[in-house]
Nanobody, 122 residues
Framework: QVRLVESGGGLVQPGASLRLSCVASGHSASTYAVGWFRQAPGKEREFVGYISGSGLTTSYANFVKARFTISKDNAKNTVYLQMNSLKEEDAGVYFC???????????????WGQGTQVTVSS
């Protein structure tokens, strides 16, 4: 059974940075692609970015390019989402998810974490 646990969320001011972590168990991190999604209150879950199992391929939503970076440490079975220059509209619950292949859609992912809250407010 694949299990994903996110951490690192919190309350920050606009312009600040946060690094989210997604620790995987039950599988090797190099086996699955890991995606990050977010969901604001009253809105649908949306794609943020993903990283391939090898770590060689990443893809990002247009609204986070150049501000967010996804990386992974296969030895630690951990994927990171580094978020810089945070805006109030970046607030929401951030989820990591695992899939055999990375994708942009929620239904392409088989396993999900419980999410971590990110609040951006002055």
């Amino acid at each position: 059974q694949v299990r994903l646990v996110e951490s690192g969320g919190g309350l920050v001011q606009p312009g600040a940075s946060l690094r989210l972590s997604c620790v995987a168990s039950g599988h090797s991190a190099s086996t699955y692609a890991v995606g990050w999604f977010r969901q604001a209150p009253g809105k649908e879950r949306e794609f943020v970015g993903y990283i391939s199992g090898s770590g060689l391929t990443t893809s990002y939503a247009n609204f986070v390019k150049a501000r967010f970076t996804i990386s992974k440490d296969n030895a630690k079975n951990t994927v990171y989402l580094q978020m810089n220059s945070l805006k109030e509209e970046d607030a929401g619950v951030y989820f990591c998810a695992a899939a055999t292949r990375g994708g942009l859609r929620v239904d392409e992912y088989d396993y999900w974490g419980q999410g971590t809250q990110v609040t951006v407010s002055s």
